[in-house]
């Protein structure tokens, strides 16, 4: 359904899928160049349509990025953080309502949500490139207001190193699929600061090299 794809609507994504390969290893990919949000009035099951179409077509994993504020300080503004686990606070999900038994259990497991083979891997590859990858948990909330300093704290307390307003559908509908995760996030704001959508693009646009190196050479490591 590539009428779905065009429903992408915020700057800095662009709405198409790109069919293709990458790196030398020249590795199958279906590239979603931008993504549907909740805070577009989406449901979480449309926004994992691109996940499951994608299984059903043969992917066996998923890799995902995304821009996050840092909410503690272990990361900060220009670095890249590899996602360990997270915390679902937009009071969606993709599984809810009947399930999709062709793809996967009424009710899956979320332990080792992130893969730990391809986090590994994507280790192996900031580490042979030099970028400098912080790890942590990302904190998925609803949007489109950014989060206020209290919720940066609390956040914080409740654990979380980042706070985003994607993904987390994705990696829900992919592990219900039986799909590997891994998830990338850049860091692009410090949360609850008075910072705005222009410095999170402008942010994306300083580490975009790095993170489209670590891609290529994660992908080719799958």
Same mark, same amino acid.
């Given at each position: ?10 700057? *800095?994504?662009?709405?198409? %899928?790109? %069919? ?18 909740? $805070? ?29 504020? &840092? ?25 809810? *309502? ?8 009424? %009710? ?5 949500? $992130? @893969? ?10 900031? *580490? ?17 207001? %950014?989060? @206020?300093?209290? #919720?940066?704290? +609390?956040?914080?307390?409740? *654990?979380?190193? &980042? &706070?985003? +307003? ?12 039986? +799909? ?18 222009? #410095?999170?693009?402008? @942010? ?19």
């Amino acid at each position: 359904d590539h009428r779905h794809a065009r429903l992408a609507g915020v700057q *800095g994504h662009q709405g198409r %899928f790109v %069919f293709g390969h990458a790196g030398e290893a020249r590795v199958p990919v279906i590239c979603s160049v931008g993504r549907l949000h909740l $805070y577009e009035g989406h449901s979480a099951d449309r926004i994992a349509l691109p996940v499951r179409a994608a299984r059903l077509l043969g992917a066996e994993a998923l890799v995902a990025t995304n821009a996050s504020g &840092a909410v503690s300080d272990r990361v900060s503004p220009g670095d890249i953080m590899l996602v360990t686990d997270h915390v679902n606070l937009t009071g969606a999900s993709p599984l809810t *309502g009947p399930n999709l038994a062709e793809l996967g259990p009424r %009710f899956p497991s979320m332990a080792g949500a $992130y @893969t730990p083979l391809l986090a590994e891997r994507a280790r192996e590859a900031a *580490g042979e490139l030099g970028v400098d990858l912080r790890e942590g948990v990302y904190a998925a909330m609803p949007g489109p207001a %950014f989060e @206020t300093p209290a #919720e940066a704290r +609390m956040l914080a307390a409740l *654990g979380a190193d &980042a &706070a985003g +307003m994607s993904t987390v559908p994705e990696v829900l509908a992919a592990r219900h699929a039986g +799909m590997s995760v891994l998830a990338l996030s850049g860091v692009t704001n410090t949360a609850g600061s008075p910072g705005g959508h222009n #410095e999170v693009l402008a @942010t994306a646009k300083r580490i975009e090299h790095a993170m489209e190196r670590l891609l290529v050479a994660i992908l080719s490591r799958l």
